[in-house]
T-cell receptor, first 113, second 119 residues
Framework: EAQVTQNPRYLITVTGKKLTVTCSQN?????MSWYRQDPGLGLRQIYY???????DKGDVPEGYKVSRKEKRNFPLILESPSPNQTSLYFC????????????FGPGTRLTVT | AQKITQTQPGMFVQEKEAVTLDCTYD???????LFWYKQPSSGEMIFLIY??????QNATEGRYSLNFQKARKSANLVISASQLGDSAMYFC????????????????FGTGTQLKVEL
């Protein structure tokens, strides 16, 4: 089954404790990205990657890091989480050039206390 | 300026009735794509329908249709014969430019419309 998976689905952590949210897709898609969703703001892009070793900032990259060492994986790293990073996070992937096909993961609900 | 505007924070519709969710967009790029997603209370994002800026006909997918009015820059979602399971948050989104350019596949989202279907 074609899918994007994220882990963990739910996470409660404390300020400053480094964490990684994993994202993996099994569709051989070149393009992957991370979004965060906050009430009243819709979804905003954090980082994206056009292919292996090619990443770039989205609209709200502060406080986040990413890496793309393999085509299927695109982890999101919070080196020192803060309460304002409490949010619902989505990973998405799509093939190039059929960018209208965008597949979302199930979401990761992160709470930073 | 907001690139995607959804002016209806919440909507109610009776079961079996049709409902229109509004979306207006702002772009100077002649190449763009418009998307609608459904987000039920469980949280996942479900793709509903897509309209390309050069598509001549309005997109349709089952009970969903996109009323694309290019000159007015609007891309309203029409759901026919509403069902209780249609109760969810609905997001309109836009992708500007060509996919192959850097960042070209970013989706810019509106703030969403919460739809409630009633008996």
């Amino acid at each position: 089954e074609a899918q994007v998976t994220q882990n963990p689905r739910y996470l409660i952590t404390v300020t400053g404790k480094k964490l990684t949210v994993t994202c993996s897709q099994n569709m051989n898609h070149e393009y992957m990205s991370w979004y965060r969703q906050d009430p009243g703001l819709g979804l905003r892009q954090i980082y994206y990657s056009m292919n292996v070793e090619v990443t770039d900032k989205g609209d709200v990259p502060e406080g986040y890091k990413v890496s793309r060492k393999e085509k299927r994986n695109f982890p999101l790293i919070l080196e020192s989480p803060s309460p304002n990073q409490t949010s619902l996070y989505f990973c998405a992937s799509s093939p190039i050039p059929k960018g209208y096909e965008q597949y979302f993961g199930p979401g990761t609900r992160l709470t930073v206390t | 300026a907001q690139k995607i505007t959804q002016t209806q924070p919440g909507m109610f519709v009776q079961e079996k009735e049709a409902v229109t969710l509004d979306c207006t967009y702002d772009t100077s790029d002649p190449s763009y794509g418009l998307f609608w997603y459904k987000q039920p209370s469980s949280g996942e994002m479900i793709f509903l329908i897509y309209q390309g800026s050069y598509d001549q006909q309005n997109a349709t997918e089952g009970r969903y249709s996109l009323n694309f009015q290019k000159a007015r820059k609007s891309a309203n979602l029409v759901i026919s014969a509403s069902q209780l399971g249609d109760s969810a948050m609905y997001f309109c989104a836009m992708r500007e430019g060509l996919v192959l350019t850097g960042g070209g596949n970013k989706l810019t989202f509106g703030t969403g419309t919460q739809l409630k279907v009633e008996l």
